[in-house]
């Protein structure tokens, strides 16, 4: 009797299984190509999980089948009672590559059915229709921080106008005329000066004014250039060179006899000056050619400490050079000294006492046509003030080097060191 009830048990079991496995629809035909040849190759069938029509969980999977001769056989579970959009992606390989793919809605049939009888057109979905439900922010994970953190638009936003951050967080749009330029703290104003900035005018491509009749030798721009280095002049496309070819003066430009425009000739200009609406708008800035720290030395003769090298043609006439230095004492047995050289010219030799711990100055060099005049001025914690002051003739048209040196008087372990030198030009720059 109980190996009776067992049976009976298992019975009942197999049946729900069996109950429980889905039909299966058959889809037979034969491929062609276009040539009238038959297909050869393999068919790759893949689909998304889904809830058959009978109540089966379908899994996400796929399957390969080989194709010979044309012939496709294939057992499926019918999409078109499933669960919302269930349907098979279907490619067709041969010769290694991917040939076609197309999608398939599988109906539940006992007979045979051909590719034609399921295959979709292009955008079409057979099954029951969607359940559509809104979805809630709060159903998205992570969009909540996310639109939490997303600038929002402020009461000053407008569209085709630079973006702003307001303190409150919120994108406005900056305020102003549209010419306007704007400063990082967001306020706005006129470009040049107005916008916290020393910003020149440019001319490009200016005709200068005058008769060009191969007699004429003046002419004029519209705006005096500021610097008058900052013209450059074409003839013809050939570059003009100030003080070879023409003289410029303010806005008048005068012609040497050799160089004089003949009939047809075009003349160009493009240059820098000074707007009425800011008029420091073309003075020229300071540049720090140099700002280091150097070595040190322990040497009875004079050692090379730290240098800078000013490059060939950079300084002009109307130029100047500024030298800072520090040289810093270590030891108190004897005394040291410093000396800064430009080029070939010994400017500032100065001895301090094995008191000093510090060797500070201070050297001014202005250029001129032909050479150089130099003052300078250094000092100690304990040695005086001293000033001294001379002339050079370095060649400024060829590379120019600083030298800051040092040493000690007398053997022992006093060393002397460079802690920082700085090299400042400030350019040649006529009042605008």
Known sequence: MHRMRRLVILLAAAAGWAAAQPALTTIQDILYRADGTRFSGTVNIRWNSFLSGGGSSIATSNVTLQIVNGVLRVRLVPTTTASPGAQYGVTYNSQGQAQFTESWAVPPNTLSMRVRDVRLTLGSVVGPAAVVSPIQIGDVVGLTNALNVRPTVGVGFAIGRTALINTAGQLDGAAGNLGDCVRVDGSSGACGGG?????????????????????????????????????????????????????????????????????????????????????????????????????????????????????????????????????????SATSFAGEIRMGATPILTRTATSADTTLAGRLGIGVYAGGQMWDAHSWGNALAHSTAAGSAGENTSASLTFSFRGQIGASGADTVALRNFTVVRYPAQSNP
């Open 195 to 331: 916008a916290g900035g020393v910003v020149p005018s440019f001319v490009d491509g200016e005709i200068p004014g005058g008769a060009v009749n191969g007699a004429n030798t003046s002419f004029t721009l519209i705006n005096p250039p500021s610097p008058v280095s900052s013209l450059i002049l074409y003839r013809n496309g050939l570059y003009q060179r100030q003080g070879v070819d023409y003289l410029a003066t303010g806005s008048a430009i005068t012609f040497f006899t050799a160089s004089l425009p003949q009939i047809g000739d075009l003349l160009t200009a493009s240059y820098r000056y000074a707007n009425p609406n800011n008029p420091l708008g073309s003075l020229t800035t300071p540049q720090v050619i140099c700002s280091n720290t150097g070595t040190s030395t322990g040497a009875l003769s004079s050692t090379q400490l730290g240098s800078c090298t000013i490059p060939a043609g950079l300084l002009g006439a109307g130029d100047r050079l500024e030298v800072q230095f520090q040289l810093a004492h270590t030891g």
